[in-house]
């Protein structure tokens, strides 16, 4: 059982490149999370998904895209990538929005 | 939408006190508040949780308080010990969404 893992866990992008940060989960959650930190500050709602076919934004999804075809995936889009998307990335993925488990972060640097 | 605000941002305290860390949130219709714990370059942990129907939870030296009227929720660590040094967050959930909004988070140090 591992839980939620994310993939990359380190990567730098530069200004105008995109990239799909790779999430899955295999504890059959059926709502999913991703979350931005920025340093010294709190988590920041990007987009969810309480399943298979369904996403709803949070409170900062502009410059990103999601999708959800399967009930283990949740793969987050960056399209042009800026440097205030320079950031830490949160998957998350809960059984009806109680107890969240996180993955273990990708931080992300935009050169 | 919802908005929760977490004090203080940095507390230090010696090991064996207690420390308290608050939270307030805006929308009375929330209905799940956790707290999670956050090591440096790791991932937030879960700790103590409390759904709206409850007014105090415990878990050995861990405790959270609700006060669903003054919409403020509290996390109680007793006997500190160094290990407790983390950042601390708390979260709302508005009611039937299923998502989480976090506080600004807590820097906690425990002084040996």
């Known amino acids: 059982n591992a839980g939620v893992t994310q993939t990359p866990k380190f990567r730098i992008l530069k200004i105008g490149q995109s990239m799909t940060l790779q999430c899955t989960q295999d504890m059959n959650h059926n709502y999913m999370y991703w979350y931005r930190q920025d340093p010294g500050m709190g988590l920041k709602l990007i987009y969810y998904s309480v399943g298979a076919g369904i996403t709803d934004k949070g409170e900062v999804p502009n410059g990103y895209n999601v999708s959800r075809s399967t009930t283990e995936d949740f793969p987050l889009r960056l399209e042009l990538a800026a440097p205030s998307q320079t950031s830490v990335y949160f998957c998350a993925s809960s059984y009806a929005g109680y107890g969240y488990t996180f993955g273990s972060g990708t931080r992300l640097t935009v050169v | 939408g919802e908005n929760v605000e977490q004090h203080p941002s940095t507390l230090s305290v010696q090991e064996g006190d207690s420390a308290v860390i608050k939270c307030t949130y805006s929308d009375s219709a929330s209905n799940y508040f956790p707290w999670y714990k956050q090591e440096l370059g790791k991932r937030p942990q879960l700790i103590i949780d409390?759904?709206?129907?409850?007014g105090e939870k415990k878990d050995q030296r861990i405790a959270v308080t609700l006060n669903k009227t003054a919409k403020h929720f509290s996390l109680h660590i007793t006997e500190t010990q160094p290990e407790d040094s983390a950042v601390y967050f708390c979260a709302a959930s508005p009611s039937n969404t299923g998502k989480l909004i976090f506080g600004q988070g807590t820097t906690l140090q425990v002084k040996p």
């Open positions: 409390i759904r709206s129907n409850v």
